[in-house]
């Protein structure tokens, strides 16, 4: 018989603040985190979850993933001690870029008093898999551990992978999402260089006045389990990853396939995976980055890859609300989708209000809307599109 | 570029030093284990660039892989110093 992939615990930290709870509530009513063009975490500080030595061994992003971590394994009564034997639990945690922030303080020790200054903690402190070997190292995960790097689709690529792990039967449980914190002097120069951050600092997915995406930073962590040990040891399920489809545009570094081919196609393998058809689909979160490309491109996958339930389904994009958080953004959107299934509740594509010709589907403008009829399982796909045409969506069932 | 270097302006530079790098200050003292205090290989790196910075002494890995506690840690920079 198939392993089932289930979801029994999440925690987040963004812009909307800090814990799950912050995410979902203040999206669902219309909020959003963004102030002065980014999107940061002002109510994160590392210390109310690491000690001072820890804390000054990890980069932000790392930090950000150990307090994810750590209320998504609460929630799943895994805090305190596994569930299963430790070889048997694993981690994977995406990232679009890893410790950026300390690479360049590093830089500028070597640049001001020379290579004797570049502290010995500053390769464990950038790499890209920092955040997973923290939270491994803290909840004594002996599994399948390692980092993703596939840029924007990092966050979605982990949970993926890691529901893989779980179905293959390398492990019973694993603790997996995305992190980031990169909004320093060189990613936003090297954005705005490019021309993909917005001039006027406001996330406006899929509206006409869409100028680019807004940075954001946080983590996002899901603890996923087998379904029948999470029965077996009574956990309780907030939701399933269903299906998981992956493609790659092989078009262009930067710009994504014009007619979203390839993001369509993986729409349609996560759909096919978790053995359902278009029909089924009762919500869409969105990618959605607010750049002229993305919410044109990936308006045609969906159209493509649902074909008529396109016009029907409801779609919105959590980086209205939070701005884009890169290898986070895969991971935190995975949370704000099962929780508006939870909630039975499409949350709003914040501040949409002008259309344009070809984008037109339901984007889900003012208020969240009411989701499904009757109380049976809500199936969503989320979407996360990276730069290197790197295309991961997930089937979310809850 | 070395001068003297008093024992009490060595003390407080590594407590210092190690206060910086996370440790709790009511818990040093001469005797106490660089063990006891959590105090690792990349934890004593750090240390050296302090005490380089500080006083122009190189510390290498073999000065301090026989190190025990913060007391040694003290005397082998002002025995370096000197």
């Known amino acids: 018989m198939k392993r089932r992939v289930v979801i029994t615990g999440v925690g987040a930290v963004t812009p909307l603040g800090v814990g799950s709870a912050a995410l979902a509530e203040r999206w669902s009513a219309g909020e959003c985190g963004i102030e002065d063009g980014a999107g940061r975490c002002r109510d994160f500080d590392p210390l109310d979850f690491l000690s001072k030595k820890e804390a000054r061994r990890l980069d932000r992003f790392a930090q950000m993933a150990v307090a994810a971590a750590a209320e998504a394994l609460g929630q799943a009564g895994a805090g305190e001690e596994l569930p299963y034997e430790a070889h048997r639990v694993g981690c994977v945690i995406g990232t679009g870029i890893g410790g950026l922030p300390s690479l360049e303080e590093q830089q500028g020790k070597l640049i001001e008093s020379g290579p004797k200054a570049v502290s010995p903690l500053a390769v464990p402190l950038m790499m890209g898999n920092a955040a997973a070997a923290a939270v491994a190292m803290r909840h004594d ?48 120069a090297a954005f705005e260089a490019m021309g993909a951050t917005s001039a006027s600092g406001v996330s406006r997915p899929f509206d006409a006045r869409r100028d680019g995406f807004v940075i954001g930073e946080g983590a996002g962590i899901l603890i996923l389990e087998e379904a029948g040990a999470a029965a077996a040891r009574g956990a309780e399920v907030l939701g399933e990853i269903r299906g998981y489809g992956a493609t790659c545009d092989g078009f262009h570094l930067t710009a994504p396939q014009p007619e979203g081919l390839e993001a369509a196609r993986a729409i349609g393998l996560a759909i096919a995976d978790a053995g359902l058809s278009a029909t089924d689909v009762d919500y869409v979160n969105a990618h959605g980055t607010s750049t002229p490309l993305n ?47 939870r909630r039975r509740l499409a949350p709003p594509t914040v501040g949409w209000g002008e259309a344009e010709e070809g984008l037109d589907l339901d984007y889900v403008p003012d208020r969240a809307r009411p989701l499904g009829n009757g109380d049976g399982p809500l199936i969503a796909i989320s979407n996360s599109f990276g730069f290197g045409g790197h295309n991961a969506v997930l089937c979310l069932a809850a | ?57 190189e510390l290498r890995g073999d000065d301090v892989k026989d190190v025990r506690t913060v007391g040694e840690v003290i005397e082998l920079v002002v025995a370096k110093a000197g």
């Open chain 1, 141 to 188: 995960l002996h599994g399948h551990t390692y980092g993703v790097v596939s840029a924007c689709a990092a966050g979605a690529h982990a949970l993926g992978d890691a529901s893989r792990i779980i179905r293959a039967g390398d492990a019973d449980m694993v603790v997996a999402g995305g992190a980031e914190a990169a909004i320093t002097g060189v990613a936003t």
């Open chain 1, 295 to 341: 919410d044109r491109s990936e308006t045609m996958a969906l159209k493509l890859a649902l074909g008529e339930r396109a016009a029907d389904v409801p779609v919105s994009s959590t980086k209205s609300a939070v701005g884009h958080l890169l290898g986070a953004a895969g991971a935190v959107e995975a949370i704000a989708t099962v929780e508006a299934l």
């Open chain 2, 1 to 57: 570029m070395t001068t003297e270097v008093s024992t009490d302006r060595v003390e407080e530079t590594i407590y210092d030093g190690l206060v910086e790098l996370g440790t709790e200050r009511s818990a040093l003292s001469r005797e106490a284990t660089l063990e006891s205090l959590d105090v690792d290989s990349l934890d004593l790196v750090e240390l050296a660039q302090i005490v380089e910075d500080e006083f122009g002494v």
